[in-house]
């Protein structure tokens, strides 16, 4: 059961952990933002994470009860 938790825990750090890296330091995006395709992959690879975290999460809190 802990496992949920886990993973949970996981992929929001993974998820807000990407969101931090891809901020724009002193006006510049970081290097791996420059390429035509990386914003369209970039932010759904987030949001996927953050899902992720927040239905494993769920899944923990109603399969303890």
Avoid at 17 to 37: A, E, K, V
């Amino acid at each position: 059961m802990w496992n949920h938790f886990l993973i949970g825990v996981l992929a929001l750090a993974t998820g807000f952990g990407l969101i931090m890296i891809g901020r724009p330091r002193q006006g510049d995006s970081p290097r791996f933002l420059r390429f035509n395709s990386a914003p369209m992959v970039y932010l759904p690879a987030v949001m996927v994470f953050i899902a992720i975290g927040i239905v494993e999460l769920f899944t923990w809190a109603l399969a303890t009860n």
